[in-house]
């Protein structure tokens, strides 16, 4: 599990962890499946063929299958750019915006440095987009630790200039000539693409985001600044009393946050697109807060949630194309079951 | 600079303005009583989606926005469960009513994308009016302009002169203390969710039916998040908010008069002004502005035993 810290409270958490977080995930997604098949049912749709259709698609065959997965490696990234500051008492709502400047500085690399072998230009796009995110985060984090205004805020609203910026390139300075009537830029040499597996659009983000869960547990559990940081989570006035520098730490975790979401923009114009295109995320950013709330910050909770939301979100586009909803319709889901978790916060396994 | 780009910049700060002011009133009393609602955004696209459904419908957009106001109030009695009786964290609770709003709103406005309606008619205040220069300018405005500045006035005085008033900040400064004189700290926050509600869906009425006449998803862009920032800015003040309303709503239009008055400056750069502008302002009061703050804001009222 993914706290050692838990109150006498829940034993039986301890006892049984798996099965009881099993049996809890999945009453949550059959409590909310109900109640949005009533929804469907309000606006005449049926919803028992919605089901069907949704799970013929996304377990019917390996195409659906290897989308789901594919789907699944930004909410991965950006849930775990929500959990890390999580565990210093950080609120980071700004996924979006932080995964937005990883795709643009991850893209400003593809395209300036096109000339560069695979072996030096990748690894350059991959950073490069986890400084862009990181760096975007870490404003939210020095105005926080400077006391000025509330990461809360600040992540909100540079959520909606994030994307603008990036806008403001795609129809500007980076605009392919032959982008006409969509707006995009230049496609990226293949030195600078992410691979991916076989004919699917399934990409090594995924291990990226197996390698950003596993240094964040590692960090969090097994390092000293971990340690630190869950006291500054804990009690902040204690860590400041016993000399743990908490605006640093602050600073820090937006940063390897903000990196970690920039990653999944990165993936997406490295891998997925090819290209910096508009609307590149759909929501990715506020998913993942979701995703990290819902799993408590548990490493192998985000994976779970991450899959099952995946899951809702291309049953999303199902819905969107053989009931003719409009896709934000999926976001209800998504509410109904975040909101049955926070009436019934037992079902999370926590009591706050 | 020319005249009418001043004139334009002026009107629109206060058309623009409008729709923040409601917002931002609604979420000083919510806050006043100690709840920080981050679903704004939620409840403002819930109100915009059934007041234009419903002016479509009947062709009467005052029905419109007492419908948008209803849908709001009790849109955010849902939220209101979650974090006053289920006691469920704040900050999560408004994030999962802004995803509820945004698919709520889509589903009841998707039949009306592209329709065509009679919003508001512009009122003229004849008297002022014919004022030299600005009269046209900023006397002539749908009736919802009109109606925001004496409620911020009325919600001033409710708040700071009556009894109910104090009973509600009480709770929001100590809800124990308010619980110890007599007064039922649920029940107060109750009516500050639901009336936060009602001004929410105003809200979102004003943008559909009052300056943009026409639905689509998301049309709120942002500007939930802008009034929770403003509640900040306004020292959690009714009165104070007018001002900041203003001056947020000049940013928000200011991209489109520029656009409109050919200015050479992309579109997506001046669409990142009004966020920055506000981050800007919240930075520049930094932290002074805290103690302004309502005690127990965001605070789980947990019951007195």
Do not use: C
Not at chain 1, 277 to 286: N, R, T
Not at chain 2, 31 to 44: H, K, S
Not at chain 2, 207 to 225: N, V
């Amino acid at each position: 599990m993914g706290s050692t810290t838990e109150k006498a409270g829940h034993p039986i958490r301890l006892n049984y962890p798996w099965v009881i977080m099993g049996v809890r995930y999945v009453s949550i997604l059959v409590v909310a499946l109900i109640v949005f098949a009533a929804v469907l049912l309000v606006v005449g749709k049926d919803p028992v063929q919605a089901y069907a259709d949704t799970f013929a698609y996304t377990f019917g065959n390996f195409r659906g299958f290897s989308e789901v997965i594919a789907r699944m490696i930004p909410l991965v990234l950006t849930a775990t750019a929500v959990a890390l500051p999580s565990r210093l008492g950080l609120i980071n709502i700004g996924g979006e915006g932080q995964l937005y400047m990883g795709a643009w500085l991850a893209t400003w690399a593809a395209l300036t440095f096109d000339h560069l072998p695979k072996l030096i230009l990748l690894p350059l796009v991959v950073l490069l987009g986890f400084i862009g995110g990181g760096l975007w985060a870490a404003v939210a984090g020095a105005l926080r630790a400077k006391g000025w205004v509330h990461e809360t805020i600040s992540t909100l609203l540079l959520n909606y200039v994030a994307p603008a910026w990036a806008n403001y390139f795609i129809f500007g300075p980076w605009r392919s000539p032959d982008s006409a009537s969509y707006p995009q830029s230049n496609a990226f040499v293949d030195a600078a693409r992410l691979p991916t597996f076989g004919d699917t659009r399934v990409h090594v983000g995924l291990i990226l985001g197996w390698i950003a869960l596993f240094f964040y547990w590692f960090l969090i559990r097994k390092t000293r600044w971990g340690l630190e940081m869950r006291a500054i989570g804990g009690n902040p006035d204690a860590a400041r009393r016993v000399g743990i520098p908490i605006r640093t730490y602050m600073i820090m975790a937006m940063f390897l946050a903000g990196g970690i979401a920039g990653l999944a923009g990165m993936a997406q114009v490295s891998a997925v697109e090819g290209r910096l295109k508009q609307a590149l995320s759909p929501g990715y950013g506020f998913a993942g807060f979701l995703i990290s709330w819902l799993a408590g910050g548990n490493p192998l909770g985000i994976l779970f949630m991450a899959f099952l939301l995946s899951m809702i979100r291309t049953g999303g586009d199902i819905l969107q194309i053989t009931q003719g909803l409009p896709f934000a319709v999926v976001n209800i889901l998504l509410a109904l079951v975040l909101m049955i978790v926070l009436a019934r916060p037992a079902l999370r396994g926590q009591t706050t | 600079m020319s005249l009418s780009f001043v004139l334009g910049l002026l009107s629109g700060s206060v058309t623009s303005g409008t729709t923040l002011l409601y917002a931002t009133l609604g979420e000083v009393i919510v806050q006043r009583a100690g709840i920080v609602n981050l679903g704004i955004e939620g409840v403002m696209l819930v109100g915009a989606a059934t007041g234009f459904a419903i002016t479509a419908e009947t062709g009467n957009p005052v029905l419109g926005i007492v419908g948008a106001a209803l849908a709001g109030g009790i849109f955010n009695l849902v939220f209101g469960f979650l974090v006053i009786t289920r006691m469920a964290n704040q900050l999560a609770s408004g994030l999962a009513m802004m995803f509820f709003g945004f698919g709520l709103s889509a589903l009841i406005g998707r039949p009306y994308v592209g329709s065509h309606i009679n919003g508001l008619e512009n009122v003229e205040i004849p008297a002022l009016e014919g004022l030299p220069v600005v009269g046209a300018a900023i006397f002539d405005q749908d009736p919802l302009v009109y109606l925001v500045f004496p409620l911020a006035v009325g919600i001033w005085w409710v708040l700071f002169r009556t009894r109910w008033g104090l009973s509600l900040r009480a709770v929001g400064e100590s809800p124990t203390t308010a619980f110890a004189a007599g007064r039922n700290p649920s029940l107060f926050r109750y009516q500050a969710v639901f009336l936060g509600g009602l001004l929410g869906g105003i809200a979102g009425a004003h943008l559909s039916l009052a300056l943009a006449l026409a639905w689509s998803e998301f049309m709120t862009g942002g500007r939930g998040f802008i009034a929770i920032a403003l509640v900040i800015f306004s020292k959690w003040h009714p009165i104070r908010a007018i001002a900041g309303a203003l001056l947020f709503g000049g940013a928000l239009i200011l991209q489109l008069q520029m656009q409109a008055s050919g200015v050479k400056i992309s579109a997506f750069l001046l669409e990142m002004i009004p966020f920055l502008v506000t981050l800007l302002v919240l930075i520049a009061w930094g932290g002074a502005r805290r103690h302004a703050a309502p005690a127990s804001l965001g605070r789980v009222y947990q019951g007195t035993e």
